[in-house]
């Protein structure tokens, strides 16, 4: 893919957008409209051991693996991050990712902060985390209630999970306080544009450019 710079298309290396926040802070929905909205950012697609779910097809909203394979993809470091849920392993394969990121292509990645410094660890030149948080716990207990997909002990749960997790928000790049989803999605538009702009990602094609430009 290419940034543009005026009227200029530059060739470019892919962006990895790492999005965390606590549960109901907005990172799915932010996601989805990103996803919706530009062609040039995908989203990566996690391996896992569980058992495939009837709604779910196999390679769209996971690629359902064996633990042997698993396990295999792990020690040959053959994964950006991975953690183990109720039993069943997730990961993020590395290859597809990197495929993507030198065909100038962008990967979002809806992880917690734990996955985010996982893959910031494995490829840091190649990320821009971002964190969202709520504008007040009053207002995140009001959107967990109002999505009525959990019972009132795990809304208790995840309130006190948030606590916990906002006091990670050092370990990211960017900030975006979700207190309008108009203006938060604005923000998040505005740090891809930038990190699709940012000289190391476009340096191999600018060179070009330059001496076009001084010729």
């Given at each position: 893919m290419?940034?543009?710079?005026?009227?200029?298309?530059?060739?470019?290396?892919?962006?990895?957008?790492?999005?965390?926040?606590?549960?109901?802070?907005?990172?799915?929905?932010?996601?989805?409209?990103?996803?919706?909205?530009?062609?040039?950012?995908?989203?990566?697609?996690?391996?896992?051991?569980?058992g495939?779910?009837?709604?779910?097809?196999?390679?769209?909203?996971?690629?359902?693996?064996?633990k042997?394979?698993?396990?295999?993809?792990?020690?040959?470091?053959?994964?950006?991050?991975?953690?183990?849920?109720?039993?069943?392993?997730?990961?993020?394969p590395?290859a597809?990712?990197?495929?993507?990121?030198?065909?100038?292509?962008?990967?979002?990645?809806?992880v917690?902060?734990?996955?985010?410094?996982?893959?910031?660890?494995?490829?840091?030149?190649?990320?821009?985390?971002?964190?969202?948080?709520?504008?007040?716990?009053?207002?995140?207990?009001?959107?967990?209630t109002?999505?009525?997909?959990?019972?009132?002990?795990?809304?208790?749960?995840?309130?006190?999970?948030?606590?916990?997790?906002?006091?990670?928000?050092?370990?990211?790049?960017?900030?975006v306080?979700?207190?309008?989803?108009e203006?938060?999605?604005?923000?998040?538009?505005?740090?891809?544009?930038?990190?699709?702009?940012?000289?190391?990602?476009?340096?191999?094609?600018?060179?070009?450019?330059?001496?076009?430009?001084?010729?």
């Amino acid at each position: 893919m290419k940034a543009t710079t005026g009227h200029e298309r530059l060739a470019r290396r892919g962006v990895m957008m790492v999005i965390s926040s606590p549960s109901g802070a907005g990172k799915g929905t932010l996601s989805r409209l990103l996803l919706e909205q530009d062609k040039e950012i995908e989203l990566s697609i996690s391996v896992t051991t569980r058992g495939r779910r009837p709604s779910e097809i196999d390679g769209v909203h996971y690629h359902f693996i064996e633990k042997s394979h698993f396990r295999s993809m792990a020690e040959n470091n053959e994964l950006l991050e991975w953690a183990e849920v109720h039993g069943n392993y997730y990961g993020t394969p590395r290859a597809p990712v990197e495929k993507a990121l030198e065909a100038g292509r962008d990967v979002l990645f809806d992880v917690d902060w734990q996955g985010a410094a996982q893959i910031r660890d494995r490829m840091p030149d190649d990320v821009a985390a971002i964190f969202i948080l709520p504008p007040s716990m009053a207002e995140l207990r009001s959107r967990l209630t109002r999505r009525a997909e959990d019972a009132d002990d795990v809304i208790e749960k995840r309130l006190v999970n948030a606590r916990y997790e906002i006091q990670e928000w050092t370990r990211f790049d960017y900030v975006v306080i979700n207190d309008d989803l108009e203006g938060a999605f604005n923000d998040l538009k505005s740090i891809l544009t930038a990190e699709r702009l940012k000289r190391e990602r476009i340096s191999n094609s600018v060179g070009g450019f330059i001496e076009r430009l001084l010729g």
